[in-house]
Each structure stands twice: as C-alpha cells, then as structure tokens.
C-alpha cells in the first residue's frame, strides 16, 4: 500500500525558514520511474506545484520561488524534504507531497498519482 | 489568476451528468502536453480521477471520463452521486516564459442536490 505523510510546523513567524517531510512506503524513492513532488494550496485557492525530486537527483522547482526552494531528499529514509526559505504570510496553505509518475510519452506529461493528507502551516508574527 | 480555466462552480442533481471545462492555450494543452484531472473532496487528500487526457486509474469508476480537444480539455461526470460533491483540478504542463512547469486549473465546486 502506497502511502505519503506530511509533517512540519504548525506555525512560523514572517522570515523564518519552513522545513517539511514527506514520509513515503510502498515504494522506493530508488525507483527511476517514480519521484515526489510538493504542492500547496492557500486557503480558498487553487492547488500550486512548488516542485519535484526523481532517484537520479533531477530536481525542478516553480519559476517565481525557485530563489526560496530547495527539495532533497533521504533515499535510504525514504523521505523527500522541503526547505521553503524567508517565509510570509501569503505562504500560509495546506502544504502537500505527492508521488510523480512518470508519462510514457515524456517529463512534462508527468502526473501524480498518490497524495498526501496535506499539512497546514500558518504564517504569523 | 490560474493558466488554466476551469468554471468556479457547477451544478447537478444525483443521477445527472456534468461536464467541467479546462481552457487553456497555446503553451499548455494547445501544446499537446498531456491533461490530468484530480478529484478533492473535503478533508481527504486529492485523488487522481484521469490521467494523459482520457485514461482512468485502477478502481477509478467508468462514470468518470476524460476529453481534450485543441487548447481545451473536459471532464465529464455520470450518473452523478452525492459522494461526488467537492472540488475537481485540470492540471497540465505550460512552456511559456513565465511557467515552464506544472500547471493547475483553478478548480471547480462540484455541488449535487
């Protein structure tokens, strides 16, 4: 059974650094098929890619948030992290991760087929 | 603003069928690039309903159902259940200077009288 778990701060204060884990199983992170990929979605808002980590160390990250993001990941743990950098109240959302699938007919075909529950974070001095 | 346009809301009663758009352009589905639809109903992780335009995962039901046509994509939903009730996002990939990368819809509310 395929399964990711979020889980980070609850609460950070304006320009502090937003750390979060993505625990997986029923997969292996080794696997060259498969990578995971973070989201969020601010409350009332659309869901918004932040970026994604496959086995071989590819890694991409959203264009407007590329300067603040850094994904890694702990293949051996089987966790993928998220480092979201001088953190704001609009950064305040349900933060989830999600298993990428790879598409047969190429990388930006690529869709996500197991998700998390989502962890909220809140931003507030 | 989403890249890709979905209607805020639609409307149906148990037992109908709903259709819920995705409109984008040239540098995303009108690109050619592959268009996933997700399901999200409240208080539950988001869940894969269709994948590369029209296919649906394992356990997924046949009442569910992918189209894409041009810069546009559709999800059509039949036979409509109570359960169905939450939010549905298109999700493809955009090539434009200002993207480069996945792309959301804005969602759509799906509400069954």
């Known amino acids: 059974q395929v399964t990711l778990k979020e889980s980070g701060p609850v609460l950070l204060k304006p320009t502090e650094t937003l750390t979060l884990t993505c625990d997986v199983s029923?997969?292996?992170?080794?696997?060259?098929?498969?990578?995971v990929s973070w989201f969020r979605q601010p409350p009332g808002k659309a869901l918004e890619w932040l970026g994604h980590?496959?086995?071989?160390?590819?890694?991409s990250y959203k264009t407007s948030l590329k300067t603040r993001l850094t994904i890694s990941k702990d293949t051996a743990k089987s966790q993928v992290v998220l480092i979201m950098a001088n953190m704001d109240p609009v950064d305040t959302a349900t933060y989830y991760c999600?298993?990428?699938?790879?598409?047969?007919?190429?990388?930006?075909?690529?869709?996500?087929?197991?998700w998390g529950q989502g962890t909220s974070v809140a931003v507030s001095s | 603003q989403s890249i890709l346009t979905q209607p805020p809301s639609v409307t149906g009663a148990p037992g109908q069928t709903v259709t819920i758009s995705c409109t984008g352009s040239?540098?995303?589905?009108?690109?050619?690039?592959?268009v996933h639809w997700y399901q999200h109903l409240p208080g539950t992780a988001p869940k894969l309903l269709i994948y590369?335009?029209?296919n649906r995962p394992s356990g997924v039901p046949d009442r569910f159902s992918g189209s894409k046509s041009a810069t546009s994509a559709s999800l059509a939903i039949t036979g409509l259940q109570t359960e169905d009730e939450g939010d549905y996002y298109c999700?493809?990939?955009?090539?434009?200077?200002?993207?480069?990368?996945?792309?959301f819809g804005g969602g759509t509310r799906l509400t069954v009288l």
């Open positions: 029923g997969f292996s992170l080794y696997n060259t098929k498969m990578g």
């Open positions: 040239g540098s995303n589905i009108g690109a050619g690039y592959a």
């Open positions: 590369s335009d029209s």
């Open positions: 980590s496959f086995s071989n160390d590819d890694k």
């Open positions: 999600a298993r990428v699938r790879k598409a047969v007919s190429g990388p930006r075909d690529d869709f996500f087929d197991m």
């Open positions: 999700q493809s990939y955009d090539n434009s200077l200002s993207a480069h990368h996945v792309v």
